[in-house]
């Protein structure tokens, strides 16, 4: 059945009021525009308080299920789609570093068919392993070049360059932290001088000579050294293909903003850096050189975070966070369109064909989520740009139930989410 919703529309190019005509049964949206639709036929409308986006979507989160199970205490499929649905997210992409990690076909397979469980899309990256191989078809992968769950990552360049010669032209996101400078490192007094930003910014340029040498499709996660945006946008001019996520916490915390009581809470890889590379960040993200903001949501119970665990949560606070983006920081909403609507659209849509080969889940997402045209999934993030929001425990749906924003105050928040045609 079709529906109607109106509101100030955003996407990379225009914001301008508009309707968007919808079937909340095909999930699909018909038209876009200035359809002209009387407003007693309007079945959502949105002041010009509220920005109509796309939705929004992560391509970095940590669900943590697998066919063990073993981490399902911490967080599941089903429970990272609440948060991500709490926190304005359509759709994800889960990294590959279980316990039994998807490294071959079957083991792809079998944890694909565990996220029937998710309330939102989500597509799997495979992980990169020293004796792994390519799975057939398009689909994402993981390297870890440093130390990580089990046994996928790489103890030196030389033994990553060995794998990805088998990775020619396939899309292979990295963790860049060296592991030689890590080990080096192990025994320094706090978790920022074990994981120093030397190691990020020698493991960006083995990235980046790796991605031209193998013709990859390269992604740099949670990037958050000032000092290597230069080379990233080199690499770019060069005419690799090459981006780059960042992280809100990168974004929004630094060294100087924390104390010596929460430091083990704010614990993650990469660490949290001094302001000027959280304002490099910032810089990077107005400019272009950063193409995804992606939580690297990571849930670990508190009791495991004082136990000095790293990783943060991050689902359940997307939208929030965005609308200090856009009011606090100035930034334009059409950037933010690009970044959390559009490019994580693509990225998704990449993998559409292999995925829906191996199961009937994504049929009905249509040309893709992320992008505000006919033929497109009807799925929009709405953020009401002045209803405050305090971050709580009591109202994020992750299993970890605590939030690095918990208890700030955002001067916007989400209004509204809807999910291939019809409302969370």
């Not at 990805?164 to 890590?182: A, G, M, N, R, T």
């Not at 193998?214 to 060069?238: D, F, T, V």
């Not at 059409?334 to 559409?352: D, H, M, T, W």
């Not at 605590?402 to 700030?408: A, C, I, K, L, R």
Request: hydrophobic share 35%; net charge negative; charged share 25%.
């Amino acid at each position: 059945m079709e529906k109607f919703l109106e509101g100030l529309l955003v996407d990379s190019e225009n914001i301008d009021r508009g309707q968007i005509c919808f079937d909340d049964e095909t999930g699909l949206i018909v038209d876009v525009g200035k359809l002209g639709i009387p407003a007693n036929k309007v079945d959502y409308r949105y002041d010009d308080d509220h920005y109509v986006f796309a939705g929004m979507g992560d391509v970095h989160i940590h669900a943590r299920e697998d066919m063990s199970g073993s981490n399902c205490y911490k967080e599941d499929f089903h429970s990272a789609s609440l948060a991500a649905i709490n926190g304005g997210v359509t759709h994800a992409c889960d990294m590959p570093n279980n316990p039994i990690p998807p490294i071959d076909l079957a083991s792809y397979s079998d944890k694909l068919n565990l996220t029937k469980n998710s309330l939102i899309p989500l597509v799997l990256y495979a992980g990169i392993g020293p004796s792994t191989r390519p799975i057939p078809g398009t689909l994402p992968y993981k390297a870890y070049m440093g130390p990580s769950v089990g046994e996928l990552f790489f103890k030196d360049f030389e033994e990553l360059d060995k794998a990805l010669k088998h990775y020619s032209h396939q899309w292979v996101s990295f963790h860049c932290e060296d592991p030689v400078i890590l080990e080096n490192h192990a025994l320094k007094e706090s978790h920022y001088e074990r994981r120093p930003v030397e190691a990020e910014l020698l493991a960006t340029e083995q990235a980046i000579s790796l991605i031209e040498k193998y013709s990859l499709n390269g992604k740099l996660c949670h990037y958050s050294a000032g000092e290597g945006l230069p080379l990233i946008k080199k690499a770019r001019q060069k005419g690799l293909n090459l981006s780059c996520e960042v992280t809100p916490q990168h974004l929004f915390y630094s060294t100087d903003k924390l104390s010596a009581e929460n430091l083990h809470l704010f614990q993650m890889n990469p660490p949290i850096r001094p302001e000027s590379d959280r304002e490099a960040m910032l810089q990077g993200l107005l400019d272009g050189d950063i193409d995804f903001i992606a939580t690297d949501h990571a849930p670990h119970t508190v009791a495991e975070k004082k136990k000095g665990i790293s990783g943060l949560t991050g689902l359940d606070t997307y939208a929030p966070f965005v609308t200090w983006l856009i009011n606090e920081m100035k930034f334009d909403p059409r950037i933010i369109a690009k970044v959390c609507s559009e490019n994580p659209g693509l990225y998704q849509r990449q993998f559409l064909p292999t995925l829906r080969n191996m199961t009937t889940a994504y049929d009905s997402l249509g040309h893709g989520i992320g992008f505000l045209r006919p033929g497109f999934n009807a799925s929009f993030t709405i953020l009401n740009m002045n209803k405050a929001t305090k971050i709580t425990k009591e109202d994020l749906k992750t299993k970890a139930a605590w939030s690095p924003f918990e208890g700030h105050q955002f001067s916007g928040s989400l209004a509204s989410i809807f999910l291939s045609g019809k409302r969370a």
